[in-house]
């Protein structure tokens, strides 16, 4: 099938968005970006240093102060704007995101179309999340009321898995609760970030309400950001690693949270399941994405006699062999490549571990091929049996096209296990059964719950949060986020 139109072959040199300019970074440095697909570098992204950390603050301060004092229906007014942006450049965002991550056309698409969610999630809601209490007479001649208000300047922290997502799932939030926000993207995917600020350009914001920094030495800048008495806290969605660390600093200098970090995510298959639709649930939730997304899985317990095992490996192997290779903008691609080539070792390197400890490979993509993008970073789908409990693959978050199959007796065993891991992200469930899946809503201890779907993705107007190391903070993301950017006022008044 013939390729889309990418957007840009080369979107050039990129530029810091500070107090609504485009600026050049203090440091005079820039970093390479390539297409995944093709390993062709497609930008040089910006590396800010403490100069630009400092005005970035200061502007986002200043707006700040403005932006709150904004007539709520005006404020929503943008949010919608931002809505519409988004859905005029539908289709030219998939196609970055393509370019910049190396998902499929189809994912793509997708990503944008939650991203609409999220805004338009965040201006309808405005109506009932902003509005008070008010109790009158509470004592003789006694009037009490509570009003909200924005908190202030938050950084936005967002990963190279989901950048587009998941700045959609903190900065409308933040911008209709009067917020403002200093974003930063990771190093995997910047023209994604740029396209966002864009986006905020066209829809009519304020300068200095959304600014954007490409930064280096993350972890130093992020220190110096959080410790600054006119930042207020931060939303991130990454690493437990990084969550941790984050969260300490926030503890230390009193800031608010959304701090999302690793999951180990597993799908559970039923006697009762339906097979054909457990192949489709373990297609999408261990290999969509090529296995990156927060909420896809790499576990997949199967419960029951031999009967049962044989014949869903007997069709999810040759479905997993039969996925599609290849860039992203050709529509009949179903599997796209890892985002960057250490994201690819890493995923190599879990293989390996499975194979030392004893699992057995049924499906090996290591060494896969894409004719005619032979510098890809391409990874096929791996399948592992025999897999333990004991075993790294089994514990840790491989972040990529990797499904372990995994014997187990009972739904109590699958659940107690689950519960035993260090994370609590999601954990689905394929059953005909009300009364299993009653007992797995209640009992297993994840933020998400699936009941025959291998992506237990909600609605943006839920919140999407997790428990254990998965997660640390004030409050979750998306819809939740309200309860970091707004904060309580309670007013008593006597006039008798």
């Known amino acids: 099938m013939a390729l889309l139109k990418e957007v840009s072959k080369n979107y050039g040199k990129l530029d810091l ?9 203090q440091t005079g440095k820039y970093f390479d970006v390539t297409n ?11 590396v800010a240093g403490p100069d630009d950390v400092e ?12 932006w709150r004092n904004v007539p709520f229906r005006d404020r929503a007014k943008l949010i919608f704007n931002l809505r519409d942006t988004f859905m005029k450049h539908h289709e030219e965002l998939a196609r970055i995101l393509v370019q910049d991550h190396g998902c499929t056309i189809s994912d793509g698409r997708g990503t944008i179309s939650r991203c609409v969610e999220n805004i ?31 908190v202030g300047v938050f950084l936005i922290i967002t990963p190279g898995n989901i950048p587009m997502h998941a700045w959609s799932s903190f900065v409308p939030y933040a911008l209709a609760c009067g917020c403002t926000v200093i974003v930063k993207p990771s190093r995997q995917c910047p023209v994604a970030a740029d396209a966002m600020s864009k986006m905020i350009d066209e829809s009519g914001f304020p300068p200095g309400v959304v ?10 800048l992020n220190k110096i950001i959080l410790s600054d008495p006119r930042v207020k806290g931060v939303g991130l969605i990454g690493s437990t690693r990084v969550s941790k660390e984050l969260f300490e600093i926030c503890g230390k200098y009193g800031k608010r949270s959304s701090l999302n970090g690793n999951g180990k995510n597993t799908i559970v298959i039923m006697p009762d399941g339906d097979l054909d639709q457990s192949v489709n649930y373990i297609l999408r939730g261990c290999f969509g994405m090529s296995g990156q997304r927060c909420l896809g899985s790499d576990n997949v317990v199967v419960i029951g006699d031999n009967k049962v095992y044989k014949a869903l490996k007997e069709k999810l192997i040759p479905a997993a062999k039969a996925l599609k290779m290849g860039y992203g903008l050709d529509e009949s691609v179903e599997l796209g490549p890892m985002t960057t080539p250490g994201g690819r070792e890493q995923v190599i390197g879990f293989v390996e571990s499975g194979l030392k400890s004893g699992a057995k490979l049924l499906v090996d993509g290591r060494n896969a091929k894409v004719k005619g993008y032979e510098e890809g970073y391409f990874l096929g789908a791996n399948v592992f049996e ?8 089994a514990k840790e978050e491989a972040f990529g096209p990797l499904c372990n199959l995994i014997r187990m007796d009972g739904l109590d065993e699958t659940i107690a296990w689950i519960n035993s891991t260090n994370y609590g992200h999601s954990a689905c469930i394929v059953t005909e059964s009300g009364k299993s899946a009653r007992k797995f809503i209640r009992e297993v201890e994840v933020g998400n719950v699936g009941i025959n779907a291998g992506i237990p993705q909600p609605y943006a107007f839920f919140g999407l949060g997790s428990k254990k190391d998965s997660f640390f903070g004030n409050a979750k993301s998306r819809m939740d986020s309200v309860k970091m950017f707004l904060d309580e006022k309670t007013v008593t008044l006597r006039w008798v």
């Open 17 to 25: 968005h500070i107090n609504g300019k485009w600026v050049t970074p």
């Open 36 to 46: 995944p697909a093709t390993g062709r570098v497609i930008a040089k992204a910006p």
């Open 55 to 66: 005005k970035a603050i200061a502007a986002a301060h200043a707006a700040f102060g403005k």
């Open 120 to 150: 338009e999630s965040a201006g309808s809601s405005m109506y009932g999340f902003y509005k008070g209490e008010h109790v009158e007479q509470l004592a003789n001649g006694i009037d009490c009321y509570l009003i909200h208000e924005p």
């Open 211 to 220: 600014n954007l920094l490409h930064m280096g030495a993350e972890r130093e």
């Open 386 to 393: 025999n897999v333990t409990t004991d075993m790294h693959i």
